[in-house]
């Protein structure tokens, strides 16, 4: 079956039929070997539905504007620390499940094997929650997208790499601009001759063994990293009054803000993956009966 075979669904059928052998087997008959169509439809699933756990429960939609008793009711207002509980629960989780995607390896597939240090505490965070779901988003287009999606996975492919070569892009212009700012606080105050001060992260907030799937993950990669240093020059910059207090902290939620927009992407992309590859929803007995 080629691809332009398959239709959304097909990947389920495959896999039904290969537990059963025919989808009107008879009762006790002998189970036939899976074909490789079969062991790649169901591997297919198996990413598929990793991937889509990854992203449960991620960025939601923007709040509506409609006021009070126009359109949806307005929601019960949430005890704040119920609402920061609720929030760290959703994190951990998040970090979980980000961390499994990206240090978990899979056999016969090309992996990268890297250190990943991130001394940031919020780029650390961000990394670990977010990046393993977009690496993963990247593979299964790469992988299933087209038997899948057909011709809609190209559009969703290069709508991920444009994301994520912004933010690449972003990263280098804000590490060179940060970079020159440093270099005229050390000129100023060698000539006032006042040492330049040099804050170090001591201990990283991630330093794990992880693995990319893609190039793509691998540049997300690579550009948090660059963003990492970064903000550790800007944090420089405070301790010389080069800058005012709290432009570290205004990057730190820019980058992260950056970097969620890519996992709710992909996030989504992940979700529609799942759901076209299980196939239109079974109706339920009832219409069935009518029928």
């Known amino acids: 079956m080629s691809t332009q075979e398959i239709a959304p669904g097909d990947i389920s059928h495959i896999v ?3 537990l ?3 989808g009107a087997a008879a009762d006790g008959q002998v189970l036939q070997q899976k074909t490789l169509e079969e062991l790649e439809a169901e591997r297919a699933l198996r990413d598929l539905d990793e991937a889509a756990s990854m992203s449960e429960g991620g960025p939601r939609p923007a709040a509506s504007t409609a006021a ?4 949806e009711p307005a929601a019960e207002v949430e005890d704040p620390a119920a609402t920061r509980a609720r929030l760290m629960k959703k994190a951990a989780s998040q970090r979980e499940k980000g961390r499994k995607a990206l240090t978990t390896q899979e056999s016969g597939v090309v992996l990268v094997p890297v250190r990943a240090l991130v001394g940031d505490r919020v780029l650390g965070s961000a990394f670990e929650r977010y990046v393993g779901a977009i690496d993963m988003c990247a593979h299964n287009l790469d992988r299933y997208g087209e038997m899948v999606m057909g011709a809609k996975y190209v559009e969703l492919r290069t709508k991920l790499t444009e994301m994520i070569e912004e933010f690449s892009r972003d990263t280098k212009l804000e590490h060179g601009r940060v970079d020159q700012m440093v270099r005229e606080a050390e000129a100023r105050n060698k000539e006032e001759g006042l040492p330049y001060v040099v804050p170090q992260i001591l201990t990283a907030a991630v330093e794990l063994d992880v693995v990319f799937r893609t190039p793509l993950g ?13 903000l550790e020059k800007m944090s420089s910059l405070e301790w010389n009054d080069a800058v005012d207090f709290g432009e570290v902290a205004k990057r730190q939620f820019l980058f992260k803000q950056e970097i969620g927009k890519i996992y709710g ?3 989504r ?4 993956l799942r759901r076209r590859a299980a196939g239109p929803a079974k109706k339920n007995s009832d219409s069935e009966a009518a029928a």
Do not use: V, Y
Request: charged fraction near 20%; charge should be neutral.
């Open 269 to 272: 992309t992940n979700l529609g």
């Open 68 to 71: 009070p008793g126009e359109g």
């Open 16 to 18: 039904t039929a290969g």
């Open 20 to 22: 059963s052998g025919d």
């Open 218 to 230: 691998f540049k997300m990669f690579k550009a948090i990293s660059l963003a990492d240093k970064s």
């Open 265 to 267: 992407f992909a996030s």
